[in-house]
């Protein structure tokens, strides 16, 4: 009998996430996975955006010192 459920596993490791492909994959079921960001993954992006548009804020109003592309990349 057919029917349409999703299932969702919240895996935490790269261990699980094998596991769960290799049963999905056993019993032939169609299967997608994707990454979320966790909260604590979304707030340190977020943290060091803002830090860094603060850093652009002072070397655009001459209160921090830029660095040229070259010599951060050591060209």
Request: aromatic share 8%; charged share 30%.
């Amino acid at each position: 009998m057919k029917t349409e459920h999703t299932f969702i596993a919240h895996s935490t490791t790269i261990d699980q996430i094998n596991a769960l492909k290799a049963v999905v994959k056993a019993f032939k079921v169609k299967f997608e996975v994707k990454k979320e960001l966790i909260q604590s993954e979304k707030a340190e992006a977020f943290n060091n955006i803002k830090k860094g548009m603060k850093e652009v804020e002072l070397i655009q109003t001459g209160k921090a010192k830029g660095t040229f592309i070259n010599d951060f990349l050591g060209v």
